[in-house]
C-alpha cells in the first residue's frame, strides 16, 4: 500500500530522511516511532504529498507519486483518510458539517452523504451530537470526530499522526481500538505515535525512526 | 450501537448524477452558502460595495453625459446647414437645377432652395426694415441653397472637401460655413471621450484592487478551513469558487448601488439642464440609463469584481500549503 524506496529528504541541510525504505502491504496495520524530530511528520507529509522526497521513490496505492503533478494532488489526498494529533476540526461547522466536508469536496449529493456521515458518527459513537459545536466536545471526543471525518470517504488507507497525543490512557486505547475494528474490514493503517507504552500492548508491528533512519520490521523491502 | 435505529440504506437505490447536473448542483450549493455569509457581516460588506459602487458610478456618469452630449452634438450638426450663395444673374430653374444635384450628393442629407425674391420677402419681414427695401428697385440679395450634409459626411475634413468642391460649382459666388465651430465641438467632445475612457479605466483598476484585497482578506480569515480542505482533498477549482462567488455578489451589489446613485443625479440634474436647452429651443432632455445601459453597468460592474477576485484567488491560494 506504502512502499519507500531510498528516500531522501533534506530541509536545507537538515537531513529528515535519509535512504528511507520500507513496505506498508495493503491491509496491513503499522506504527511509526521515534522521538519528535526523528522523521516521523516528514515521511507522513512526503505521503500526503505535502512535501516532495530530495531523492527516492514514494509509491502509495500502486502509483509513484513523483509521476503527480500538482493538480493531481488533491485526487490522490482524496484516497487516504487523515487523522491529525490536533484534530483540525473547523470550529464553525458543526460536527455533521466537518464530518460531511470530504464529501462534499468529492460531490456526493445531499441524500447520500448525510448517510455516509451518520454512518461514519455512528461507527465512532457520537451520533448525537451531530448538529453541535465541536468547540463544546471534550478532546477525546473531538479525535474521534477527526476520525469519523477521516474514514466517511471509505479510503484504502488511513494516516493518523500522533492521534492520541492528548488523551488519556482510556481514551487512547479507545481510540486505537476503533483504528483496529477498519484494519480488521480491510483499511490499510499507519499510526505515527511516541506513545511506547500503548503501542508495546498492541500486536502491529513498530518502524522507527531514528534521526531520519529507519529501522524495524518493515525496514527492509517488503516483509 | 444506535445502527440498528438506523437501518442501513440501499446505495444502488440512487441513481448516479450526470457530471453537468452535479457541476449545477454544486454550483447552486456555493452560491447559496456565499449569499448566506454576506449577511454574516453586513456592515462590512456594504461598506465595500459603496466603495465600490462610487469607483463606478464616476465612470458610468461621465459616460452617460458623454453619450448624451454626442447625441446633442448631432442634434445641433443635423441643423447645421450651409449656406451657398448663387452668382446674381443665376435664374429660378438653374437655382432648382443646381439644388437637385446637389441632393443627388451621396454626402447630402437636404438641400433647400430660397428664390432671391423669398430671401428679400423674409427679409423684409423678420427684419423691419420693410419701407427701405421697399424703396430699392433692385433686389440685392442672392439665392440661397441650405445643405444639410449626412451625419457621416460632418467630419472637419469631409466639410472643407465639400466647401471646396461647391465653390468651384459656376453658379456658386461664395459658400459659408462656420468651421470654427464644428472643428471646436468635435474637439471638445474628443478630449472629453479621452479624460472619461482614461478615468473609466483608473477606476476599474480600482474595483480590481479592491474586490482583489477584500477577497485576500477574506481567504486570510478562512486559512484555517482553507488548509484543512487541501489536506482532505479539495481541488482549487473547489476552493476558488465561494471566492469567486463573493467577488460576484460585490460587483452584483456595487452595480445596484451604482444604478442607485446615477438615476439619482439624473433626476438632480434633470431640471436645471432641461431649462438650459430650452433657452437654446433644443429639444434635448438629460435620460437616465435605460435597459441597455443598466445590463452593461450590471455587466461590466460583474465582471471586473468576478475578474478582480479571481487574480487575487488564484495567487492567495497557491500560498496558503499546508505544512
Known sequence: ?223 | MAATKHPPHNASRTKPESAGKRLLREHKEVAVRSWRRLWLSPLANLLTWLTLAIAITLPASLLLLLSQAQHLGQQLNQEHQMSVFLVPHATLEQGQLLSQEILARPDIANVTYISAAQALASFKTNSGLADILGSLTDNPLPATLLIAPENTAQTPQAMSQLTQQLRQLTLVDQVLVNMAWLDRLHAILAASQRVTYSLAFLLALGVLLVVGNTVRLQIESRKQEILVIKLVGGTDAYLRRPFLYAGFWAGLFAALLAWIIIQLGVSYLHEPLLQLAQSYQSPWQLQGLGWVGSLMLLATSCSLSLLGASLAVGRQLRLIEPQ
Do not use: C, W
Not at chain 1, 530522511?17 to 506504527?31: E, I, K
Not at chain 1, 479525535?143 to 470517504?153: E, F, K, L, S, Y
Not at chain 1, 475494528?181 to 511506547?196: K, P, R
Open chain 1, 1 to 223: 500500500m506504502i512502499e519507500f524506496q531510498q528516500v531522501s529528504k533534506s530541509y536545507h541541510d537538515k537531513h529528515a530522511l535519509v535512504s528511507a525504505n520500507f513496505h506498508l502491504q495493503r491491509g496491513d496495520m503499522a506504527f511509526l516511532t521515534g522521538h519528535s524530530g526523528a522523521g516521523k511528520s516528514t515521511l507522513l507529509k512526503l505521503i500526503m504529498l505535502m512535501e516532495r522526497p530530495t531523492s527516492g521513490k514514494v509509491i502509495v496505492d500502486r502509483q509513484d507519486l513523483s509521476q503527480l503533478s500538482r493538480t493531481q494532488v488533491p485526487a490522490h489526498r482524496r484516497k487516504i483518510g487523515l487523522v491529525f494529533q490536533n484534530h483540525q476540526l473547523l470550529l464553525d461547522y458543526s460536527v455533521f458539517d466537518n464530518v460531511a466536508l470530504p464529501l462534499k469536496i468529492s460531490g456526493y449529493n445531499e441524500r447520500d452523504s448525510s448517510r455516509r456521515v451518520r454512518a461514519a458518527l455512528d461507527k465512532v459513537g457520537l451520533l448525537d451530537k451531530e448538529k453541535l459545536s465541536p468547540s463544546v466536545l471534550s478532546s477525546g471526543e473531538q479525535q474521534r470526530i477527526g476520525i469519523a471525518r477521516a474514514i466517511v470517504n471509505k479510503p484504502k488507507l488511513i494516516l493518523a499522526d500522533e492521534p492520541t497525543g492528548n488523551l488519556d490512557p482510556a481514551l487512547s486505547a479507545e481510540v486505537m481500538r476503533l483504528f483496529q475494528q477498519f484494519n480488521q474490514v480491510g483499511v490499510s493503517v499507519l499510526i505515527a505515535s511516541h506513545d511506547l507504552n500503548l503501542i508495546q500492548r498492541l500486536p502491529h508491528p513498530v518502524i522507527q525512526l531514528n534521526q531520519g533512519q529507519l529501522s524495524g520490521p518493515f525496514a527492509m523491502a517488503g516483509h
